[in-house]
């Protein structure tokens, strides 16, 4: 069992940052892919970033690619994502999910994930 707590959200103006953080508790964090998600008022869940078990790899959709970043720390047990040049239309509830990977893969489909975090809400306004 693997419990996660996010943190960091908050209400930031448009084009601010901020950086979450996921604190993971329970199995070896280590042998866990990690992954964001997000889910908008009235939307889906919407990936947002993934990050390998050892953190050599990452993958973002265009959506967020190069305003977003995934990295992790594996001494810490935590992921962060670390969201650059905001917009309101990144205003959500963030969440982190974990699952147990034999190797370096990068799950991105929400169904694949086994554990997964309360969720932090992100408010950009305009």
């Known amino acids: 069992q693997v419990q996660l707590v996010e943190s960091g959200g908050g209400l930031v103006q448009a084009g601010g940052s901020l950086r979450l953080s996921c604190a993971a508790s329970g199995r070896t964090f280590s042998t866990y892919a990690m992954g964001w998600f997000r889910q908008a008022p009235g939307k889906n869940r919407e990936f947002v970033a993934a990050?390998?078990?050892?953190?050599?790899?990452?993958y973002s959709p265009d959506s967020v690619k190069g305003r977003f970043t995934i990295s992790r720390d594996n001494a810490k047990s935590t992921v962060y994502l670390q969201m650059n040049n905001l917009t309101p239309e990144d205003t959500a509830v963030y969440y982190c999910?974990?699952?147990?990977?034999?190797?370096?893969?990068?799950?991105?489909?929400?169904?694949?994930?086994?554990?997964w975090g309360q969720g932090t809400q992100v408010t950009v306004s305009s």
């Open positions: 990050i390998s078990r050892s953190g050599g790899s990452t």
């Open positions: 999910a974990a699952k147990w990977v034999p190797r370096a893969t990068i799950p991105i489909n929400q169904y694949e994930y086994e554990y």
